[in-house]
């Protein structure tokens, strides 16, 4: 099955520097790759995602980056701010079951 | 609002207790998804359905069973409860086509503690 791992486990920035989550996949069949964010006791949320077709993909503050050919796709976050403080989850997902397989997840913290 | 809403939100339960986590979504979607977290932990997949009457386990092996008789629900549960089914319990629902135009939704989870 698909083989799913995230780098760091926990980062802790000051506030205004740049943030990068790695995720690394194993099933070469993945086409989508999602970022989800999820607050202490609160649902995860899609933050940001990108298909197989696209290298890079931004929405403001974030952007996901994506190597196919080496299985790995990043989360980027500048300007980090508190309120990114959170776990975040990488989960690449192929086929038209819309399975998607969790890493194990990231925590953030943010330091004002 | 279309949504997705799980019942209860938080349940403690004795050992050997039958339970059932319901899950239902207004959004009209297909494809429906059970995730088994501890928390701030990864997410584990361990049922989904591909719509009415389709159920299959997902890839971690769970001792509870599903159901999808109405698109709307997918009630997950267990026959009889265990402290090791201690764990957060999220549901999700993903919208029509193989291309992911759009990510899940996830419900806000149920709290699962058996003592």
């Known amino acids: 099955g698909e083989n799913v791992e995230q780098h760091p486990s926990t980062l802790s920035v000051q506030e205004g520097d740049s943030a990068v989550i790695k995720c690394t996949y194993s099933d070469s069949a993945s086409n989508y790759f999602p970022w989800y964010k999820q607050e202490l006791g609160k649902r995860p949320q899609l933050i940001i995602d990108?298909?197989?077709?696209?290298g890079e993909k931004k929405d403001q503050r974030i952007a996901v980056t994506l190597n196919k050919t080496a299985k790995h796709f990043s989360l980027h976050i500048t300007e980090t701010q508190p309120e990114d403080s959170a776990v975040y989850f990488c989960?690449?997902?192929?086929?038209?079951?819309?399975?998607?397989?969790f890493g194990q997840g990231t925590t953030l913290q943010v330091k004002p | 609002e279309a949504d997705i809403y799980q019942t209860p939100r938080y349940l403690v339960i004795g050992t050997g207790k039958k339970i059932t986590l319901e899950c239902s979504q207004t959004m009209g979607h297909d494809k429906m998804y059970w995730y088994q977290q501890d928390p701030g932990m990864e997410l584990h997949l361990i049922h989904y359905?591909?719509?009415?009457?389709?159920?299959e386990k997902g890839d971690l092996s769970s001792e509870s069973t599903v159901s999808r008789i109405r698109t709307e629900h997918f009630p997950l549960t267990l026959e009889s409860a265990r402290p090791s089914h201690t764990s957060q319990y999220l549901c999700?629902?993903?919208?029509?086509?193989?291309?992911?135009?759009?990510?899940?939704?996830f419900g806000s989870g149920t709290r699962l503690t058996v003592v």
């Open positions: 990108i298909r197989s077709n696209v």
């Open positions: 989960a690449p997902g192929s086929g038209n079951t819309g399975k998607l397989i």
């Open positions: 999700a629902t993903k919208p029509p086509g193989s291309h992911f135009n759009y990510g899940y939704t």
């Open positions: 359905s591909y719509g009415v009457n389709s159920t």
